[in-house]
């Protein structure tokens, strides 16, 4: 086994695709200390800059006392009165009769989806979809389609073909694709689900706090909360904490809580985490200038890289710019942090071979004046190298 594993890694060596880690210290204000050197972070799903505010630290430290940690899962004693406080709220936001906390999204959707389905379900989820759908699915043992990414005619042809084969039906997709920063039809997708009978579930990790009128996301930007059964989204991103969440009905709180075991055997999160995220879920409510600015910057950051040729995707403050050759990503990266901007360069398996990218995660914290500079300094890469 030894042997395969080096072999392993000497091969991702090879091939450009070998990851490392860093060790990173958060200075705040959208910049991070990575050896000795002081970088501005364009890797961060801080995306409302509340990681570092005030409020969430003075609301974490005061559920610190009388304990750090919570000690058991929820079913044994660790489900606090903070725990409850906080689905309650989250229902509440995101429009629906109940919530289910979780430690993190990677945990939620593989449990979630792995409780719904089994071998008799089928399953239709976008080609695009996150790792941590895509080993909920496997775990679950049901029949697999995948249809084009953001395709729903595509979608519609394979449920009209496979769909009352199965028992049960779920559709799957993330409301802004954290790699590719577009969007999803949900709309259409809601009108699918229910002409086919079909359960529905969204990932909405990276548009909650960005989009709709309250930051409750792309579901409640185009109306159609009510067309997903169930919700799934993080408080680590846009809210600046830690864990996430499941909004639902009550039936489905109750199924989950009976037969997740994601979230039946781990223990519970701390209080102070909790107390972090509900405060942040106050702020974006109460400063929906953070957002406005971020989305605005965004569309002005695109339109500046398109002017200069770049090949950028999305719709959303995630935005890419393909690379294509993995060996090149790592190159280009490492002319970004010669000029004092952290971004990492993303490969597969976590995206299409030949489509290798920098990922630009946008926060409140840049500015125009600093995205502007980045793009004349990345355009030098160019310059350099041809």
Known sequence: MERRINSILKERQQEGLLRR?????????????????????????????????????????????????SSASRLMSGSTRLHHVLEDRIAGFKGKEAALVFNSGYQANVGIIS???????????????HASIVDGIRLSGARLFRFRHNDTDHLEEL???ERNRHRGALILTETVFSMDGDIAPVGRISQLKKKHNCMFMVDEAHATGIFGACGGGVLEAEGVTGGADII????????????????????LRDYLVNTCRSFIYSTSLPPSIIAADLAALELIKREPHRRETLLSNAC???????????????????????VGENKEAV??????????????PVRPPTVPHGQARLRISLTFDHTPGGLEKFIKDISGYGQKNH
């Open 159 to 161: 449920l009209c073909r």
């Open 21 to 69: 880690l860093a060790t990173v210290s958060p200075l705040g204000s959208g910049k991070i200390r990575v050896g000795g050197r002081k970088y501005i972070n364009l890797s961060s799903n801080d995306y409302l800059g509340l990681s570092s505010h005030p409020e969430l630290a003075r609301a974490a430290l005061a559920a610190l006392s009388p304990v750090v940690g």
């Open 300 to 322: 002005y950051f695109r339109a500046g890289l398109k002017k200069k040729g770049f090949h950028v995707r999305g719709d959303s403050q995630i935005v890419p710019i393909i």
């Open 331 to 344: 190159r280009v990266s490492e002319f970004l942090k010669g000029k004092g901007y952290w971004v990492t």
């Open 232 to 251: 799934m989204g993080t408080f680590s991103k846009a809210l600046g904490g830690f864990g996430s969440y499941a909004a639902t009905s009550r039936t």
């Open 115 to 129: 409780a719904l389905c089994g071998k008799d379900d089928c399953i239709f989820s976008d080609r695009l979809n």
